[in-house]
């Protein structure tokens, strides 16, 4: 992996910070990490520090699969999560990309112990037809921690993401732009799912309807875009 390819992996990562910044939906204190696996190699990029303010191209290490160091530095407060990020890659071989925050409204779900269901068609079409399931507590940095998201994650279709228990929110892509488009879907869907309690609760989608829906979805996604002049 030459430099310059590393710092497109990089780039990313430093993008990704400021399109979750100017999103606005982070939690107040700008916690959040962000990692990237490096194609064709047993090795991922995870950012130095936990503010995502202070994210640039100069503060993100790199790792092998064993949450070894390889380059560049990373912080205590960090370091504790290296495996967090690894276990996504190694029981998702499909992920490119992950991003944990304290996202406020998935997290209050993560905090009362609730999966978000899927009763919210962006999910379904977005596809997270299973919802965002929940994790146990774990400490920060634990290997119970880390065995609750293998446990969350492994073999689980129609996911993009986890809640961990009393924590906060952790979502994978296929590249870091797909996992933080799935944490801004779920923060997304955690607020109006969070608004629906004021009246009576949400209403999940059954599984049949869920499938019928991405079932439009990919006819109308394999027509194309239609054009008439
Ligand atoms: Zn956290």
Redesign the pocket.
């Known amino acids: 992996m030459s430099d310059t390819k590393l710092d497109q992996y990089k780039k990313q990562i430093s993008d990704a910070a400021e399109n979750l910044m100017s999103s606005r939906i982070l939690g107040n204190s700008s916690?959040?990490?962000i990692s990237a696996k490096i194609p064709g190699t047993d090795t991922f990029l995870l950012t130095s520090v936990?503010n995502l303010k202070q994210i640039t191209m100069d503060n993100i290490g790199l790792f092998d699969m064993d949450n070894n160091l390889l380059d560049g530095s990373v912080m205590p407060t960090s370091a504790e999560?290296i495996p967090m990020h690894g276990i996504v890659y190694k029981t998702r071989p499909e992920a490119g990309g992950a991003v944990?925050?304290?996202a406020p409204r998935a997290t209050a779900f993560a905090v009362a112990g609730m999966p978000i269901p899927a009763s919210y068609e962006p999910m379904v079409r977005f596809g997270m037809g299973n919802g965002v399931p929940v994790t146990e507590y774990g400490p920060?940095g634990s290997q119970e921690s880390v065995d609750l998201i293998e446990h969350a994650i492994d073999g689980k279709g129609q996911i993009r993401g986890l809640l961990?228990g009393n924590?906060?929110l952790l979502t994978f892509g296929v590249d870091v732009p797909d996992a933080v488009d799935a944490h801004k879907i779920i923060e997304e869907c955690a607020e109006v799912i969070l608004a629906t309690y004021t009246l009576g609760g949400p209403k999940e989608i059954p599984a049949a309807q869920r499938l019928a829906a991405q079932a439009i979805q990919q006819t109308f996604a394999a027509v194309g875009e239609q054009t008439r002049t």
């Open positions: 916690h959040g990490n936990s999560i944990h925050t304290h920060r961990l924590h906060g």
